[in-house]
């Protein structure tokens, strides 16, 4: 069983900043390589916000470069996000995900249940 667990988000004022955290565990022995933040807005697909290999190579959605901030700390499998001078249109349900392995075997993509961030103008 792997599980990916978010936390922080919530609401701010625009111009606000929010922090995410998701926490990449399982059952059995795995690591969790290359993560990544997505959005959903009501009534939109979702989207790519950021990423970041297991090397720290991150990339960036191109609304989200210059305010937002992908990082991760390997050794606690977790990966973060610092959202900074939020906009409303940043409201969405922000979704963690994992390409996980299970030593050199590829044990799949998971995805972690969502938090949900609401940015007032």
């Known amino acids: 069983q792997v599980q990916l667990v978010e936390s922080g988000g919530g609401s701010v004022q625009a111009g606000g900043s929010l922090r995410l955290s998701c926490v990449c565990s399982?059952?059995?022995?795995?690591?969790?390589?290359?993560m990544g933040w997505y959005r959903q807005a009501p009534g939109k697909q979702r989207e790519l916000v950021a990423t970041?290999?297991?090397?720290?190579?991150?990339n960036y959605a191109a609304y989200a470069a210059g305010r937002f901030t992908i990082s991760r700390d390997s050794a606690k499998n977790t990966a973060y996000l610092q959202m900074n001078n939020l906009k409303p249109e940043d409201t969405a349900v922000y979704y963690c995900?994992?390409?996980?392995?299970?030593?050199?075997?590829?044990?799949?993509?998971?995805w972690g249940q969502g938090k949900q961030v609401t940015v007032s103008s």
């Open positions: 995900n994992a390409d996980v392995m299970r030593g050199a075997m590829n044990y799949g993509i998971y």
């Open positions: 399982g059952s059995i022995h795995i690591s969790c390589n290359d």
């Open positions: 970041i290999t297991v090397g720290g190579s991150t």
